[in-house]
């Protein structure tokens, strides 16, 4: 019979624990050093910005005198590149998902494809604004319009909203498809009425996610060439136009030159975090309500 040494044991035991403790305590001050870095960087935004923010502000054109700027332009530019990003991103990454989960033949071809929007998805955005270059204002001659920014910036969150509807559909449990068809309904009919509903609060996460990162992307837009000169207010998709992170981007440059740039580009902040936790927020609502019906 073999005896287990008890001190060993414990020691063994004291010494995980220590370790156990230490890291706890390491990613500890972790979170409390980058909440820290966080909170400072906005207190700064905001003592620098929210003195400058005001209706003229909001409603106003752009103008190479800082106190007459306004970010009008960039607000609607914006908004007209979310009206591509999103219906193009949703439809597209909700589909190949739903082909790849529910359709697609488990092999070399499924795995290959997988591991490719894996691969995507971590691929630096400068990239996709350099195949935003050459695909839609070159080869297909798009120009810098909103469409060509909103095809470029659909390109990068795309493999974004593929793996989260993925995730979403796999974590549908499998009873509730199986007694779909048991019931007697076919393939489609369990996707559309079943593991959809079931799994659209995993997917609107994603695609809240996709469009917070496609709305705050600078370097495609820069890449394809997206002015932030005085140009007139976009009125839809064929237009050209410039957004906030382009105008932040520009402003910050040249506040070496003038310095209440730096005032206007952290304005300009302060409005896109406005309306990324306006965005965040509804789509929170919105999933929240289909988590409790479902």
Do not use: C
């Not at 800082?66 to 609607?76: P, T, Y």
Request: charged share 10%.
């Amino acid at each position: 019979m073999k005896y287990v040494d008890v001190t060993q044991v414990q020691k063994r035991m004291n010494g995980r624990i220590l370790k156990n403790n230490s890291f706890k305590v390491l990613f500890l001050l972790a979170t409390i050093f980058g909440l820290i870095v966080l909170g400072v960087l906005i207190a700064q935004v905001l003592t620098d910005g929210l003195s400058w923010i005001n209706w003229d502000f909001i409603s106003g054109k752009l103008s190479t005198d800082a106190n007459r700027a306004g970010i009008m332009g960039a607000i609607l530019g914006t908004f007209w590149v979310m009206v591509v990003v999103a219906p193009v991103t949703l439809i597209i990454g909700i589909g190949s998902a739903i082909y790849l989960e529910l359709y697609a033949k488990k092999g070399r071809v499924q795995s290959f494809i997988q591991t490719n929007i894996a691969n995507l998805a971590g691929v630096p955005s400068i990239v996709y604004g350099i195949l935003g270059l050459t695909i839609f204002v070159r080869a297909l001659d798009f120009g810098n319009i909103v469409l060509a920014g909103g095809l470029t910036l659909s390109l990068l969150v795309l493999p974004i909203v593929i793996v989260a509807a993925q995730e979403a559909i796999r974590s549908v449990p499998q009873h509730l498809s199986e007694a779909s068809y048991g019931m007697g309904a076919t393939k489609w009919q369990t996707i559309k009425n079943i593991i959809l509903p079931a799994a659209l609060p995993g997917i609107l996460t994603g695609a809240i996610l996709a469009l917070s990162r496609a709305i705050g992307e600078t370097a495609p837009l820069t890449v394809i060439g997206i002015p932030a000169l005085l140009i007139p207010f976009p009125g839809g998709i064929f237009d050209k136009f410039t957004a906030l992170p382009m105008q932040i981007y520009y402003w910050t440059l040249d506040s070496s030159l003038v310095e209440e740039y730096a005032n206007l580009a952290a304005a300009t902040i302060v409005v896109l975090l406005l309306l990324l936790f306006i965005l965040n927020s509804t789509a929170i609502i919105i999933r929240n309500k289909f988590q409790q019906r479902y």
